[in-house]
């Protein structure tokens, strides 16, 4: 199951090119489909799932954005990866074209292999992964829906068993009254009482108290039972809200049946009224979690999809690792968060874990006090360490055996300030201009989480300070992200942007 097969789509109407794109792919262990053209690649996708599309841009009867266009037009195939192959000169305006039409990438002709196999391997894994989350989401679902059928069947049980009815009143989770429907006299028990929030010995029952405490919203369902009695029903069963005097509210279910006298006339109306309050909040909770657990899964693929967009290098190898060390990245900083249901990860272990393959011979100091960090700071601030490291293990300190690296933070004034300080390696001049990866860490440190990112090349060993907020300002995605379900290819592209120092 590590290395579940998944299909690649190959679209090209020139037999001897997708012959080569076969020869060039089989390696990668994957299923391979052709299609000659964008009609038979429409009715392959149509009956299955395939996790990569590879498709040439010039094509006859329906070119690579036609064919493009429909495909993300069908909701199943929004999220596909789609890489287009061109044997002319693109224009930029061709290539904006082909984004918005969801493309990942673009592949110029002649191909070479190494970067077409790097690429598609990528995808395709990314492909497994989501998969995979979805089989473990739809688990999780299942294991719910499981859960509230044994809460509904227990309260079902306990309506109909006088025995464990008992037992519900003694827990204060339901109650039974009787209503004199001739002369208007009530009678609540004990446990009608508790699920009410009212004290027998102060509290009096008429029909006013009872709508007092009712939920304004549901005040007409008990109107339109006492209908229905009047018109000659048996029985009827509701659920509703009610208003405690302590101000809570609380979920119930109700349960009442008519005595009709010898000519057919209501003379009283018996009921149980079961609280249902903690069911509720299992649906709620149920839902939520489908919720975030869907929005997690989204952003992953977004957050794995500009990594691989954003990151540079000089060779297909260098491609690979640079991809691969980011995506470990957020795989370990997701484990932590993961650990604590997403409520956030504390800095050391966060930090811990980062520089886990460098700390040998004592090189690397850490000194703070604990810190807990929201999910998208954690994120961030992950990326950022794994830049630092990069960077250190290659030019910096832990470049060599008698380098030292020291990282300390501490909280000022609701900010995280952390210090990075290198010594010991090889002699550090500071850069005549920011590299790519610098100028992305300093983006989305300030970007993303409205702190600030500061290098001093010191010629024994570079020294950078970041200050990020712990608690997300107005304007900062993270703030927004508090509010509203983020969606694939907001926060998560911001923060890729941290792609090498």
């Not at 952003?299 to 954003?310: G, P």
């Not at 060390?325 to 957020?330: K, S, V, Y």
């Amino acid at each position: 199951m590590d290395h579940e097969k998944v299909n690649i789509l190959l679209v090209d109407d020139q037999p001897a090119k997708l012959l080569a794109y076969e020869v060039i792919l089989k390696d990668l262990g994957e299923n391979l489909v052709v299609a000659a053209s964008g009609r038979e690649a429409l009715e392959y996708l149509l009956k299955n799932e395939v996790a990569v599309i590879l498709v040439d841009v010039c094509m006859p009867e329906l070119d690579g954005f036609e064919l493009a266009a429909m495909i993300r037009d069908h909701p199943r195939f929004q999220k596909t990866a789609m890489i287009f192959i061109s044997a002319i000169q693109v224009s930029d305006l061709d290539r904006l074209r082909g984004y918005e039409m969801g493309a990942v990438d673009y592949v110029p002709v002649p191909v070479v292999p190494e970067v077409l196999r790097a690429k598609i391997k990528v995808f395709a894994e990314l492909y497994r992964k989501t998969r995979q989350l979805e089989r473990l989401n739809a688990e999780l679902e299942h294991r719910v829906r499981a859960r509230t059928a044994e809460l509904e069947e227990s309260t079902s049980r306990l309506v109909e068993s006088e025995q464990r009815r008992s037992l519900a009143i003694a827990a204060g989770k339901m109650g039974s009254w009787d209503w004199d429907w001739v002369n208007g006299d009530w009678m609540w028990d004990e446990g009608q009482h508790q699920i009410f929030g009212v004290d027998p010995q102060t509290f009096v029952v008429t029909p006013a108290s009872v709508q007092a405490l009712l939920h304004r919203n549901d005040i007409g369902e008990l109107r339109r039972a006492m209908v229905q009695f009047a018109k000659g029903a048996r029985s009827y069963e509701a659920e509703f809200r009610i208003n405690r005097p302590d101000g809570e509210i609380r979920w119930c279910v109700g349960t009442a049946a008519a005595t009709l006298d010898k000519d057919g006339r209501v003379v009283r109306v018996s009921g149980v009224t079961v609280d249902i309050t903690e069911r509720k909040r299992a649906e709620e909770r149920q839902n939520l979690l489908t919720r975030e657990v869907d929005h997690r899964a989204k952003n992953a693929l977004a957050l794995a999809q500009s990594i691989v967009r954003l990151t540079r290098a000089g060779d297909v190898k260098a491609y690979v690792q640079a991809v691969e060390g980011r995506i470990n990245a957020l795989a370990r900083v997701h484990t932590i968060l993961s650990l604590s249901s997403w409520q956030g990860a504390e800095i050391k272990k966060l930090i811990v874990e980062e520089l886990a393959p460098y700390s040998v011979g004592g090189q690397i100091k850490i000194c703070g006090s604990e810190v807990q960090l929201q999910p998208t700071t954690a994120q961030t601030l992950a990326l950022a360490l794994h830049e630092l490291v990069t960077n250190s293990a290659k030019y910096g300190a832990l470049s060599t055996v008698s380098g030292q690296l020291s990282i300390i933070w501490q909280v000022e004034a609701d900010d995280l300030v952390l210090s990075w300080e290198e010594a010991g390696g090889p002699l550090v001049r500071k850069p005549e201009s920011r590299g790519f990866g610098t100028k992305s860490l300093i983006t989305s440190i300030e970007s993303q989480l409205g702190g600030q990112a500061s290098f001093d090349w010191r010629s024994e060993g570079l020294v950078c300070r970041l200050s990020v907020p712990l608690t997300p300002r107005a304007g900062t995605p993270e703030s927004s992200d508090q509010q509203n379900e983020m969606t694939p290819g907001h926060s998560p592209q911001r923060l890729s942007k941290s792609a090498r120092v």
